[in-house]
Structures are given as structure tokens and as C-alpha cells.
């Protein structure tokens, strides 16, 4: 599965188990960001920059969950753990059974937590 699959299927909010309204994305040199109203779930990008390498899914998941353990000790509540990215039957999903293709972290979203992408609105 490539990447593009992957940051493509995290757009759509059937890709979600809760199902959002609607899904954004923001990103870094080394992340890709989806908000959605009440989540943020940040993918490592399969990248290796010297400093640091995330081209195996095994890193990737490695460093999501480290970011999300070391980071709850002071943010708890924003920091709500790791799930996977996975792909069954032609379908990309999040926390879904299947052939596992990338480990987001899940945070807590929304103006609250401090991490609402630019166009960030409340849903009606």
C-alpha cells in the first residue's frame, strides 16, 4: 500500500470508526495531520532525513507509539494512544482487522487541546 493510498483514505471520514463529519489534513516534513472535530491522528511519513529514519513500518509504529507514551506523561489527555492504519478487502481503515499499513498516534482535537488546523470550525 502506498502512501498516497493511505493519506487518501484518511481524508474520507468513512475511513473512521467514528465516523466525523468531515476530515482536514495539515502537514510537516515528517508527519501527515488529520483533524477531525474532536481528534487529531498524526501518520509518520515513510521518510529519512539522516537524523532520523522512518522508512519501515516497524519504525514508524516504533516512534508513534513512543511519541504517545512519553508525551501522556505530562498531556494525558491529549494523548490517547496509537491505533492502526489497515487494509482489508480494498478498504483503508482506521483501528479496522486487516494487513496493518501505518500506526497513527490519536490525540485529542479541537480548539481545546490546542491543535485545530488553521481552518478549523465547529460542526453544526
Known amino acids: 500500500?502506498?502512501?498516497?493510498?493511505v493519506v487518501q483514505a484518511?481524508?474520507?471520514p468513512?475511513?473512521?470508526?467514528?465516523?466525523?463529519?468531515?476530515?482536514?489534513?495539515?502537514?510537516?516534513?515528517?508527519?501527515w495531520l488529520f483533524f477531525t472535530r474532536d481528534l487529531v491522528y498524526k501518520v509518520?511519513?515513510?521518510v529519512h532525513f539522516g537524523f532520523l529514519d522512518f522508512t519501515s513500518l516497524d519504525a514508524r509504529r516504533h516512534?508513534?507509539?513512543?511519541e504517545a507514551r512519553l508525551n501522556r506523561r505530562l498531556a494525558p489527555d491529549v494523548y490517547l494512544g496509537?491505533?492502526?492504519?489497515?487494509?482489508?478487502?480494498?478498504?483503508?481503515r482506521l483501528g479496522a482487522a486487516g494487513t496493518s499499513s501505518t500506526t497513527p498516534s490519536r490525540c485529542a482535537g479541537g480548539p481545546r487541546a490546542g491543535c485545530s488546523?488553521?481552518?478549523?470550525r465547529p460542526e453544526r
Not at 500500500?1 to 493510498?5: F, G, K, L, N, R
Not at 468513512?14 to 508527519?31: K, N, W
Not at 516512534?63 to 513512543?66: D, I, L, M, P
Not at 488546523?117 to 478549523?120: E, V
Open 82 to 92: 496509537v491505533r492502526a492504519v489497515t487494509a482489508a478487502n480494498g478498504e483503508i
Open 1 to 5: 500500500m502506498e502512501s498516497t493510498d
Open 44 to 46: 509518520k511519513k515513510p
Open 63 to 66: 516512534f508513534c507509539e513512543e
Open 117 to 120: 488546523p488553521p481552518s478549523w
Open 14 to 31: 468513512e475511513a473512521y470508526p467514528d465516523r466525523p463529519a468531515a476530515v482536514s489534513m495539515q502537514q510537516t516534513h515528517i508527519s
Open 10 to 12: 484518511q481524508l474520507r
